[in-house]
């Protein structure tokens, strides 16, 4: 399985951009999402979506500005991003787990495929 995620670019604070990703050799993945990883920092959790139903999670700090959602007929998964901010500003992953493990949606070792990142700089 290979994920291909793009949609990555420069956005001024307060603006929108949404981000696609394409997993490859595999159709309904069980569980997709989103980590991010700025700077000297982590790789974090963002969002996390179930395919089979599109119940979905998002971290304490991007709820309520993004949104991440699938598109059953093109195998694809998005994440849409409003009100970005300075602080959004990473390389963003896209991520899949072939297991249900929906309880472990916001660890990285849940997920078995890994997409090559698109960086999002947001300007103030």
């Known amino acids: 399985v290979q994920l291909q995620a793009s949609g990555g670019g420069l956005v001024q604070a307060g603006g929108s951009l949404r981000l696609s990703c394409a997993p490859s050799?595999?159709?309904?993945?069980?569980?997709m999402g989103w980590f991010r990883q700025a700077p000297g920092k982590e790789r974090e959790f963002v969002a996390a979506?179930?395919?089979?139903?599109?119940?979905?999670g998002y971290s304490g700090s991007v709820k309520g500005r993004f949104t991440i959602s699938r598109d059953n007929a093109r195998n694809t998964m998005y994440l849409q991003m409003n009100s970005v901010k300075p602080e959004d500003t990473a390389v963003y992953y896209c991520s899949a787990s072939g297991r249900s493990d929906w309880p472990d949606r916001e660890l990285r070792t849940n997920y078995d495929y890994w997409g090559q990142g698109t960086l999002v700089t947001v300007f103030s």
């Open positions: 050799g595999r159709y309904g993945l069980p569980v």
């Open positions: 979506i179930r395919w089979r139903d599109g119940s979905s």
